[in-house]
T-cell receptor, first 113, second 125 residues
Framework: EAQVTQNPRYLITVTGKKLTVTCSQNMNHEYMSWYRQDPGLGLRQIYYSMNVEVTDKGDVPEGYKVSRKEKRNFPLILESPSPNQTSLYFC????????????FGPGTRLTVT | AQKVTQAQTEISVVEKEDVTLDCVYETRDTTYYLFWYKQPPSGELVFLIRRNSFDEQNEISGRYSWNFQKSTSSFNFTITASQVVDSAVYFCALSEAPPGEEELPQETSGSRLTFGEGTQLTVNP
């Protein structure tokens, strides 16, 4: 089954404790991206990757890191999480780039206390 | 900077009513793509439609229709004879060219995707 998976689905952590949210797709897609969803703000793009070893900032990259060492995986790293990073996070992939339908993961609900 | 505005934060209708969700966008790109996604209460994001800037034909899919007007920079979504299952948050989105390539005449690869704030639609029985 074609899908995008994210882990964990729910996470409660404390300020400053490094964490990684994993994202994996099995569709051989070139493009992957991370978004955060906050009430009243819609989805905002954090980082995107056009292919392996090619990543770039979206609209809200501060406080986040990403890597794309393999085509299927695109982890999101919070080196020192802060409460303002409490949010619902979505990973997505598409066949080539943002001009194409995005396939979204199920979301990760992160709470930073 | 590219921008998508969904001015209607919440809409509430009674079943079988028609409802239109507005989407207004701003871009300097000569070529761009617009999307609608649905987020039902279960939380997943579901693709509904993709439209490029050169195709202004309206599209109909069952009870769903989309009206794209470049003159007003709008890409509105209408649900005819709404049903309770249509209750969801609906997002409009715009794909933009990489920075520095916005005004190239040829089609460039899309990199960033900008979403609107979303419209919460509630359809009551």
């Amino acid at each position: 089954e074609a899908q995008v998976t994210q882990n964990p689905r729910y996470l409660i952590t404390v300020t400053g404790k490094k964490l990684t949210v994993t994202c994996s797709q099995n569709m051989n897609h070139e493009y992957m991206s991370w978004y955060r969803q906050d009430p009243g703000l819609g989805l905002r793009q954090i980082y995107y990757s056009m292919n392996v070893e090619v990543t770039d900032k979206g609209d809200v990259p501060e406080g986040y890191k990403v890597s794309r060492k393999e085509k299927r995986n695109f982890p999101l790293i919070l080196e020192s999480p802060s409460p303002n990073q409490t949010s619902l996070y979505f990973c997505a992939s598409s066949v080539h780039d943002s001009r194409y339908e995005q396939y979204f993961g199920p979301g990760t609900r992160l709470t930073v206390t | 900077a590219q921008k998508v505005t969904q001015a209607q934060t919440e809409i509430s209708v009674v079943e079988k009513e028609d409802v239109t969700l507005d989407c207004v966008y701003e871009t300097r790109d000569t070529t761009y793509y617009l999307f609608w996604y649905k987020q039902p209460p279960s939380g997943e994001l579901v693709f509904l439609i993709r439209r490029n800037s050169f195709d202004e034909q309206n599209e109909i899919s069952g009870r769903y229709s989309w009206n794209f007007q470049k003159s007003t920079s709008s890409f509105n979504f209408t649900i005819t004879a709404s049903q309770v299952v249509d209750s969801a948050v609906y997002f409009c989105a715009l794909s933009e060219a990489p920075p520095g390539e916005e005004e190239l005449p040829q089609e460039t690869s899309g990199s960033r995707l900008t979403f609107g704030e979303g419209t919460q639609l509630t359809v009551n029985p």
